[in-house]
């Protein structure tokens, strides 16, 4: 803080893309005193909070920060194809930030906004995310389960407790995009984690998506990955 | 184009917004030179060209020049609601635009596109876009026709043969942001000229929009106008 004097922080705090990892309450604590101290606004990029598996929420760094831009989206928990998501700032930056979507795109669909008014005002949201999280947590767990005997030792991973992603570390001199070749020729695809670095990247890191496929179609496609990495 | 070096050249060649003009065949033919002769790249932006009233059309720009990125949108023809716009690029250009445009928004909305191909399976668009030239002509012609005894002597205006706008200059020192204020509280609006020079604004210039009224309520308006302006 006191060299770069950064005007703003970004976040995915919650199920972090690629890492699957979750802030902890005391960091979040910590983050929004550094936040109060030193004028910095954090923008909480929270798409896929609502997919926990299991343990509980940890509040959102905008209940505790009143520097906060929170965003949430549509995309995880409804669809995709609905380009629609929403913030919540403080109502002060609010107007600003209104010209500045406007400056962007001008506005967000009126048929998507209409599509999901309509959908929000027929559907019980809170049960469809319910049924959700009981169907990605069985791929999830159909993935982590599948880990231990097709990843070479010392292979280290993320464990998450919510979100979409599995983060791993192949032990050695690894560049999983070289991997991720050999790998589509047995039709099954993961990302490759370089371009996920800010620096340094580390290439022997690569992202799996445990939430498209169905914990049967999870354990052949890391059967076939077990053999591309043997 | 010796000095500055410009990489691209971004035009809206046909019912310009904000003066309504369109670039001759001939200076279309310049353009096109200077750009082969100093690889420059053309975006033709194109909203309002099929909006014409009267005359020939013009051929695009893209039509006679390889280095144009020709833009079409869905918002003037079709329904600005629907996020929907479209381009013609050489092909070596085309796989680099996905990826800019990837970076940009992901995708366009997938529910807009498919009701977009619905509305154009089942409806005949060059029948639309008639009916809505002989609609916005009428409209056209109201506003250019009220304009001689609304407007002070030495009011300069463009006559434009499609679009959706009139481009004004009042005579003299006239501020129209100040004007607009008077305007409003008649219910009559426009847009101050100011914000569309890139360089030393002209706040005696604004623009009249007259695609969203009746002939009727144009005539009104013209009328509340007049009474400012006075």
């Given at each position: 803080m006191a060299e770069e004097k950064p005007g703003l922080l970004y976040l995915?705090?919650?199920?972090?893309?690629?890492?699957?990892r979750t802030l902890s309450a005391a960091r979040r604590a910590e983050i929004a005193e550094i936040a109060a101290e030193n004028s910095l606004w954090v923008v909480e990029d929270?798409?896929?909070?609502?997919?926990?598996?299991r343990g509980s929420a940890v509040a959102p760094l905008a209940s505790i920060s009143d520097r906060t831009v929170y965003l949430g989206s549509f995309?995880?928990?409804?669809?995709?194809?609905?380009?629609l998501g929403w913030l919540r700032a403080p109502a002060d930056l609010l107007r600003t930030l209104v010209v500045v979507k406007q400056a962007a795109d001008?506005?967000?669909s009126t048929v998507d906004q209409a599509a999901a008014a309509s959908y929000l005002a027929h559907t019980d949201l809170d049960a469809h995310i319910a049924r959700l999280c009981v169907e990605y947590g069985a791929r999830r767990d159909a993935m982590v389960a599948a880990l231990p005997s097709a990843v070479p030792d010392g292979t280290t991973w993320s464990d998450p407790d919510g979100g979409m992603f599995v983060w791993l570390r192949l032990p050695g001199d690894v560049d999983s995009a070289v991997l991720l070749q050999k790998a589509l020729k047995h039709d099954v695809a993961f990302v490759p984690g370089?371009?996920?670095?800010?620096?340094?990247?580390?290439?022997?890191t690569f992202r799996m998506s445990f939430?498209?496929?169905t914990p049967e179609e999870i354990r052949e496609g890391m059967a076939r990955l077990a053999e591309v990495l043997r």
């Open positions: 995915v705090p919650t199920f972090a893309n690629p890492t699957g929270d798409p896929y909070g609502e997919l926990r598996y995309s995880k928990i409804g669809a995709p194809g609905m380009r001008l506005h967000t370089a371009p996920f670095f800010a620096t340094t990247p580390d290439h022997a939430t498209s496929n």
